[in-house]
Structures are given as structure tokens and as C-alpha cells.
């Protein structure tokens, strides 16, 4: 670990990682999380093996909301995304490197009443995706600016902030 970094202890699995987003991801208020992603991710999969009818309930609702896809966006629009964007992440305005990992999302999420039509979509960095969570984008840029992850002059030259 490089003496440089700070480090942080996982308050589940006592492991000594990084402190950044990468290894512990953020809280709704900018900080980092208590507990490491390899824990979250951990948890997440035994409470979906421990209660796979809520997992079914969640997927069955997810599902509606979209008018019955089930989150498998094609390769092709991934590519007219990521053409459309000039290969950048609107969340973060870092290159997308592999659409492979990238993921689709809603400028204004489906759960608020946003449409699933082609104008509503973004191509992402999977960790943007997540941070954005039910944000629309200018409410996730003016979230990031808030817990200096960017400047608001980035979010008022790509017109995100007013």
C-alpha cells in the first residue's frame, strides 16, 4: 500500500484497503462507506440467496417499470451511445474505455417518471451508475460538486449546473 494514501480498516471483514471509492464506495453524503464493496457485494448476494422471492418482487417491479425489458441493453445501442456521447461518461466526463463495461441509465431514472426511449439514455461508467442511483443527471452533478468529486465550473460548461 502506498505510504502516500490513507487507509482505511472494513468495519465487516477488518481488512486494510484504500480509502477511496474504488474499494469502499460512497454515502449519500460523500463519504465513504464503513464497510468495503467486497463486503457489500457479499451481503447483497446472501440476502438474494436468503430471500429470493424479495429478489423476484424487485426484479417483477424493475420489470414493469420498464415495460417488461430486463436491463440487457444491446451492444449496438451501447455503441450509438457512446458515439453519441463522443466516448464520455456524462457523469464523471472521463472517457468511457470498453463499452463492454459501461452501462445504460436514465438522465431522469424510470422510477421518476422518466421514459426509456433512446433521448433518456446515457452510456456510464459502472461506478457512476451506481453513485447517480434515482438522481437525474443535474441532480447527480450538483451531488458530486457537494462532495468535491467536481468543480461546478465542469458542471456549468457541459450546462449541468446553472
Not at 424487485?58 to 451511445?81: I, W
Not at 451506481?130 to 462532495?147: D, G
Request: aromatic share 4%; proline share 4%.
Amino acid at each position: 500500500m502506498n505510504d502516500m494514501q490513507e487507509s482505511k480498516v472494513c468495519t465487516r471483514c477488518g481488512a486494510n484497503k484504500l480509502a477511496t471509492r474504488e474499494f469502499f464506495g460512497s454515502t449519500p453524503s460523500g463519504g465513504l462507506r464503513g464497510y468495503c464493496r467486497t463486503c457489500m457485494n457479499a451481503a447483497s448476494k446472501l440476502r438474494d440467496t436468503s430471500h429470493p422471492n424479495e429478489r423476484q418482487k424487485r426484479d417483477a417491479k424493475r420489470s414493469e417499470v420498464q415495460g417488461g425489458s430486463r436491463f440487457a441493453y444491446e451492444t449496438q445501442l451501447k455503441r450509438a451511445l457512446h458515439k453519441r456521447q463522443n466516448g464520455l461518461c456524462p457523469c464523471c466526463f472521463e472517457p468511457i474505455a470498453t463499452i463492454t463495461e459501461a452501462e445504460v441509465d436514465h438522465m431522469v431514472p424510470l422510477a421518476r417518471k422518466g421514459s426509456d426511449e433512446t433521448s433518456n439514455q446515457i452510456l456510464t461508467h459502472a461506478r457512476c451508475n451506481r453513485e447517480k442511483h434515482n438522481k437525474t443527471l443535474p441532480e447527480h452533478w450538483e451531488w458530486r460538486v457537494k462532495v468535491g468529486l467536481d468543480s461546478e465550473n465542469m458542471g456549468r460548461k457541459h450546462g449541468l449546473i446553472t
